[in-house]
C-alpha cells in the first residue's frame, strides 16, 4: 500500500506514523496553557502491540504537536491505558507537583498478568520514570486494567475507577498516596454485559451535584462497541446510578474516551476518544499512521422531563472558519470540500424525512446524514461512503431517537477527510463514523424525502483550515 496523505485527518489527532488506540492521560497544564494527550501507541508497527504511552500536546485542542513517546514498553512490562494525576501536594514522594500516570502494566513473560503501575514526570509530562515499586494495585489476574484516578475533593483523598472486564465490574479504590490502594466498592454487573468492559471514567458535574460514569463494552452497542453511560451519585465509596445505561454516541467510531484532568473550576468536562473500533481498526486503509482521536467534545448533563441527558458539543472550530457557503432549501453546494463544518437549520413542516449527503461524489459516493421526522430520529449510513475496511461490523444505518427530530432543528456537522462527526444543536445527540471516501467526492447535497413540505431549510457551511 501507498502512503495516503489524502486521509490523513486535518483537524483531529493522528500519529506521524503507526497505530494508536486509546486516548490515555488527558491533562491540562495550566502553567503553560497546553492540553497534554498520551495515546496507546505502537512505535514498531500499523497494527496493535508493544503498547507504549504515545505523547502529542495543543494549544487549542485542533492542533497538536507530537513528541518523542513518553512512557516505553520495556522487557518486564506493556504500557496500557490510564490516566494522570498532577500531584500538587506531592503525596506520593515523588516531589509537589509532579505528574503520576497511573496505568496498566501487561506482563510480557510469563504473558498477560495486569495490574495498575505508576510512572512520574517531574518536567511537565516530557520525561518519565517508572516508579520502583510497581505494581501498586496487583490482584493476580490475568484482566484488570485501565485505571482512571482522580483526588476527590469531599474526602480529601485519590480515587480509582478501575475495570474487571470479564466480570463487567468497575471496583472503586481509594488512597491517601496513589501507592497504597483500598478497595471501597464495584459497579455492576448492570446495562450492556454481552461483552468485556475496558476503560472506565467518573466524571463530576458540581453544577448539577452529580456524576457520569462510563465505560466501553467491547460488543453489544448497536454498531459494535462503544461507551456506556449513567448518571448517578458518587460520595468517594460507590456509584449509585439513577439512570439506565445509555450510550454516549450512537455511531460505531466513539471508543475509550477519557476526560481532561486540570481544567480550571468551573469549567465544562471535555473528553475525547478513539475514533475507532477494534473489529476493523487494523484494516482502515491508512498509510504510514493508522488511527485518530475524535475531535474533543464539551459536556454538560441537563435534566429532562425524560430525565438526566448528556450534551455534547464539540470544541469550536470557528477560528479554522473559511469563508461561508449557504443552500437556502434543496440543493447540491459542488466542491465543498473534503474538512467542513456544516450547520443544518431546518424547520420540516410536513416533511417525512430529510438528508444532507457529505463528500459526494462520482459513482453516487456519499456519507448520508437523515433525519426522520415521523419517527423522531436521526441516522448516519456510510454504506456508499467509499473503501470499506471489513463488511463485518462496518455496513448500516447508525440511528439515534431524538424529539427534537419531529420540530423545528439544528444539526452540527464535522467532516475530516477520513470521519464524520454529527451532533444536534441541543448537545442530546452525538454520531461518530470514520469513511474513506475517494478524493474527487467533495460534494454536499440536501434533499427533502416524500411529499409534505418544508417550511425552512438552511444549510451554512465553512471550509476549514487547520
Ligand atoms: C481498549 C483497550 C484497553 C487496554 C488498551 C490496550 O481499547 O483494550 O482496555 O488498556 O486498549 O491497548
Redesign the pocket.
Known amino acids: 500500500m501507498n502512503a495516503t496523505p489524502g486521509f490523513r485527518p486535518a483537524i483531529h489527532f493522528a500519529a506521524q506514523k503507526n497505530w494508536i488506540?486509546?486516548p490515555n492521560g488527558l491533562v491540562f497544564d495550566a502553567a503553560t496553557g497546553l492540553y497534554h494527550l498520551f495515546f496507546?501507541h505502537n512505535p514498531f508497527g500499523d497494527v496493535?502491540g508493544h503498547?507504549s504511552w504515545g505523547h502529542a500536546t495543543s494549544p487549542d485542542l485542533l492542533h497538536w504537536t507530537e513528541l518523542p513517546i513518553a512512557i516505553p514498553e520495556d522487557e518486564r512490562a506493556?504500557i496500557?491505558?490510564?490516566s494522570l494525576v498532577i500531584d500538587h501536594a506531592g503525596t506520593a514522594g515523588f516531589g509537589a507537583g509532579a505528574w503520576v500516570a497511573c496505568y496498566?502494566g501487561?506482563l510480557r513473560r510469563p504473558e498477560g498478568g495486569q495490574a495498575q503501575e505508576l510512572a512520574f514526570s517531574l518536567d511537565r509530562g516530557l520525561t518519565w520514570t517508572k516508579y520502583a515499586g510497581n505494581p501498586v494495585l496487583d490482584l493476580g489476574l490475568k484482566e484488570f486494567?485501565?485505571p482512571k484516578v482522580f483526588w476527590h475533593e469531599a474526602t480529601g483523598r485519590w480515587i480509582m475507577g478501575v475495570?474487571l472486564?470479564e466480570e463487567r465490574r468497575v471496583a472503586f479504590y481509594a488512597s491517601a498516596n496513589l501507592r497504597d490502594w483500598a478497595l471501597r466498592s464495584h459497579f455492576g454487573p448492570t446495562g450492556c454485559t454481552s461483552a468485556i468492559w475496558?476503560?472506565p471514567d467518573l466524571i463530576h458535574f458540581p453544577d448539577q451535584d452529580r456524576w457520569l460514569l462510563k465505560v466501553?463494552t467491547?460488543e453489544g452497542h448497536p454498531a459494535g462497541s462503544g461507551a456506556q453511560c449513567w448518571v448517578g451519585r458518587f460520595d468517594g465509596e460507590g456509584f449509585k446510578a439513577e439512570t439506565e445505561a445509555f450510550w454516549a454516541d450512537q455511531g460505531s467510531d466513539f471508543?475509550?474516551a477519557l476526560s481532561f484532568a486540570g481544567l480550571a473550576e468551573g469549567r465544562a468536562p471535555v473528553w475525547l476518544a478513539?475514533m475507532n473500533q477494534?473489529a476493523y481498526a487494523k484494516y482502515t486503509p491508512t498509510l504510514p499512521w493508522r488511527g485518530a482521536m475524535s475531535l474533543p467534545r464539551e459536556l454538560a448533563l441537563a435534566q429532562t422531563a425524560e430525565g438526566w441527558r448528556l450534551l455534547q458539543s464539540p470544541v469550536s472550530t470557528e477560528a479554522l472558519r473559511g469563508t461561508a457557503r449557504h443552500l437556502a432549501g434543496a440543493g447540491l453546494v459542488d466542491a465543498a470540500g473534503d474538512v467542513l463544518e456544516l450547520h443544518w437549520e431546518l424547520d420540516p413542516g410536513k416533511a417525512e424525512a430529510s438528508t444532507l449527503d457529505v463528500r459526494c461524489g462520482p459513482g453516487g459516493e456519499s456519507t448520508q446524514i437523515g433525519i426522520d421526522h415521523r419517527r423522531g430520529l436521526v441516522w448516519i449510513d456510510r454504506s456508499r461512503s467509499g473503501h470499506i475496511p471489513s463488511a463485518a461490523a462496518w455496513q448500516g444505518r447508525r440511528e439515534q431517537a431524538w424529539a427534537g427530530a419531529s420540530g423545528p432543528l439544528a444539526l452540527r456537522v464535522i467532516v475530516d477527510r477520513c470521519s464524520v462527526e454529527v451532533f444536534s444543536g441541543d448537545g442530546r445527540v452525538a454520531l461518530t463514523e470514520v469513511i474513506y471516501p475517494g478524493p474527487a467526492s467533495d460534494g454536499v447535497a440536501v434533499l427533502k424525502q416524500g411529499s409534505g413540505d418544508w417550511l425552512r431549510s438552511v444549510l451554512t457551511l465553512w471550509p476549514l483550515d487547520a
Do not use: I, K, L
Request: net charge negative; charged share 20%.
Open positions: 488506540n486509546d496507546q496493535w503498547m506493556s496500557y491505558s490510564g496498566t501487561c486494567r485501565d475495570v472486564p475496558e476503560c466501553d467491547f471508543y475509550a478513539w477494534h
